[in-house]
């Protein structure tokens, strides 16, 4: 019952919660890109460029977000 | 010999011309014109997103008492980034949810940023009927509506969805099709 109590802390909740959401938004991300990468294929226009590179910097964020999750929380 | 001048309206929502290329365009094809949804239709999601940047400022006070300073920023900034996203998503699908005219045919993309892409054509020369419907108090007053183009027999049938000036979008490919529709 000690380590269940230990383990269900308000703290303990906040960082394993802010781990698993941080590795999703990950995965979200990456299925974004990817997507835009495919469509841009479909349709090339002269923004596509724009549109892949911010969402390329989307994903290393989320990456950030996630490695400092281990660091900060 | 059908004449059309290079325009963009509405944000890029209509365009004639848009010099844009698709994947296995024909070399004779020539892309004429190009069909996204009124960019009104993007104000409830900026509306969205400014009351998710008002509720994260208010909650930062509130868990403020619970949480160290260090995990408050990362909180916030992760929330932050969680709206900048979701603002994101919908600009991506708007502008890749995209309808194409060429002289030969139909090309409708719909796309969403996380789960789909479609990708429908439909050759000038099978298109049966073209319909606009122009509904709502919103659509009335920023001239927009669905323009959906029918097709012969069993083939799927094209929308485009909140079109902007949808009366000149069936014109234009009305005039399109008289140009190229039986030319296949």
């Not at chain 2, 509306?47 to 008002?54: Q, S």
């Amino acid at each position: 019952m000690e380590i269940l109590s230990n383990f269900f802390t308000f703290q303990k909740i906040f960082q394993i919660g802010g781990i698993v959401f941080s590795f999703l938004f990950i995965v979200l991300t990456l299925q974004m890109y990817s997507n835009v990468t495919e469509v841009g294929k479909i349709v090339r226009t002269k923004r596509n460029g724009g549109f892949r590179t911010i969402s390329f910097v989307l994903v290393i964020i989320s990456i950030v977000l996630f490695v400092l999750g281990f660091v900060i929380l | 010999m059908l004449q059309l001048q290079e325009s963009h309206s509405a944000f890029h929502g209509i365009c004639v011309k848009p010099g844009i290329q698709f994947e296995n365009q024909g070399d004779d094809e020539e892309v004429l014109m190009s069909l996204r949804a009124h960019p009104v239709t993007l104000v409830p999601t900026f509306f969205n997103t400014i009351v998710l940047l008002f509720i994260i400022f208010i909650s930062g006070f509130i868990f403020g008492q619970f949480l160290k300073p260090l995990q408050l920023i990362y909180t916030l900034i992760f929330f932050y980034f969680v709206t900048f996203i979701y603002l994101w998503f919908q600009i991506v699908n708007w502008y890749f949810n995209i309808g194409i005219i060429t002289n030969k045919q139909v090309v409708d993309v719909d796309f969403s940023a996380l789960s789909y892409r479609d990708v429908t054509r439909t050759e000038l020369s099978h298109i049966e009927d073209i319909t606009v419907k122009v509904s709502g108090f919103l659509s009335s007053i920023f001239d927009f509506g669905n323009v959906f183009i029918q097709t012969a027999g069993t083939e799927t049938n094209t929308e485009f969805l909140n079109v902007p000036h949808p009366a000149r979008a069936a014109h234009i490919i009305q005039d399109i099709l008289k140009e190229y529709g039986n030319t296949q």
